[in-house]
């Protein structure tokens, strides 16, 4: 090969490897522009507030708490966490009766249905809190119908608080449950506060009692009554002859009741449930309280008491919050007699604000879902909670459903009944 042959062959070879080396994505300016722009394009997307691509509407990145994001095929569900095994488990049967049916009177909504899941908290706190805490877990559980008891709402309230998810219970009647500042807690039941003093005005002014005895199960909800009759009572002039708390799930009240007995009271006034009340009332004659009447609360109206107690419980008093008449009333007892083979109020008062408390909800529900671009429901959280604190002129079985600034939510105050041959009948 000749010399000029030569430099011609190495500068083609060298032209080929400079050729292999140059990389080939290398770029025309207009494609390094749109480049940029796609890449622009997707950190805009990123940071808008709904993003196209999973359909979420606009009200969701702009809700403190976000959306519950309910699927094609998943339900919007409603918790309910009450006892429903052990001797008060008619708290949660009647209670999980009455907001069934409420639910089954939604029907569908934007295509999607509502359904109530029941968990059985066998109306202790601790377990009210395990519930809660599993149920903050399901994104379809938007709203709570409860909690049934006062001392398991206390310790359910904070959890559902900081997962934004609205509370409406039909019993929990503690008093200072809206006192802690919670912004999901709400209740359409009468308060403890208001059926201890209006207990103590009835006994002292209607029957005309001046000594009474009061005994309690400890609990939230029976020593808050208690306290509240013993303050009212002596506030009106009468006296409190004797003043204890009792043992919960004992058999034999005898020891107590022969020691109130020796105070001589007129009445003895019980705040607290059914399976104690029960036990207490068959024990009093025997004690030496056969002509002492005894005067229970909300918590042992229900035909439980008058099975349980016969003969024994004639002459005694409960309250409750049966409401009056109406075309809705009639309808719901219907359903229930139907459903469920016994009558509505027949385990305990609390059949019609079950109903109400799962109704009102799901209205509210109703009010503030969107259906997103990709066919699943959205929920705001945060907006559902405070649509539920400003409910007002709700029109319920039970009345006018109308919340104060505190979550108190209840129109109407207790009725009293006295049994009569084995029946409650309004007292006089």
């Known amino acids: 090969m000749s010399f000029r042959n030569r430099v011609l062959f190495v500068c083609v070879i060298f032209a080929m490897i400079v050729a292999a080396c140059t990389p080939t994505t290398a770029a025309t300016p207009a494609a390094a522009t749109d480049a940029a ?34 699927e094609p095929g998943q339900t919007i569900k409603i918790g309910m966490s009450g006892p429903m095994t052990g001797d008060n488990a008619q708290y949660g049967v009647d209670i999980s009766q009455g907001e069934k049916i409420a639910v089954e009177d939604a029907g569908d909504f934007e295509g999607f249905k509502f359904e109530l899941v029941v968990e059985d908290s066998q109306g202790s706190a601790e377990v009210g809190a395990t519930i809660a805490n599993k149920f903050v877990t399901d994104p379809t559980i938007v709203a709570i119908a409860g909690n049934v008891f006062s ?12 997962a934004s998810i609205p509370m409406m219970s039909p019993s929990a009647t503690n008093p200072p449950l809206t006192t802690l500042g919670s912004k999901v807690f709400n209740r359409i039941v009468f308060t403890d506060g208001a059926q201890g003093q209006a207990a ?27 306290d509240t009759v013993k303050e009212s009572f002596t506030a009106a002039g009468g006296e409190v002859v004797e003043y204890q708390a009792i043992t919960p799930g004992e ?20 705040g607290g449930y059914v399976a104690e009340a029960i036990v207490l009332v068959n024990q009093m004659k025997q004690t030496g309280m056969q002509d002492v009447v005894f005067f229970g609360t909300d918590g042992s109206f ?7 107690t016969g003969a024994n419980g004639e002459g005694q008093y409960a309250a409750s919050m049966i409401p009056p008449s109406s075309p809705a009333k009639d309808q719901f007892d219907a359903e229930y007699e139907k459903e469920f083979g016994q009558k509505a109020g027949s385990l305990t008062p609390f059949s019609w604000t079950a109903y109400d408390s799962a109704a009102v909800l799901i209205s509210v529900i109703k009010s503030v879902a969107v259906k997103g671009g990709d066919g699943a429901l959205y929920i705001p959280r945060a907006t559902l909670v405070d649509a539920v604190r400003n409910i007002k002129g709700y029109q319920g079985i039970t009345g006018e459903i109308t919340c104060a600034e505190n979550g108190e939510c209840n129109t109407a105050g207790p009725t009293f009944y006295v049994d009569k041959g084995g029946e409650w009948v309004v007292a006089e």
């Open 37 to 70: 722009a796609t890449e622009s394009a997707a950190t805009e997307a990123a940071a808008a507030p709904a993003a196209s691509s999973d359909g979420a509407p606009e009200v969701c990145a702009k809700d403190a708490a976000g959306c519950a994001k309910i």
């Open 151 to 162: 001392g398991e709402t206390e310790a359910a309230i904070p959890i559902y608080e900081k």
């Open 200 to 226: 103590a005005t009835y006994m002292k002014d209607k029957l005309g009692f001046t000594q009474i005895a009061i005994l309690h199960d400890g609990s939230p909800y029976g020593k808050g009554l208690a």
């Open 251 to 270: 058999v034999d009240y005898t020891a107590t009741l022969s020691a109130v007995a020796a105070k001589k009271p007129q009445a003895l006034y019980f």
């Open 302 to 308: 229900g035909q439980d008491m008058l099975d349980k």
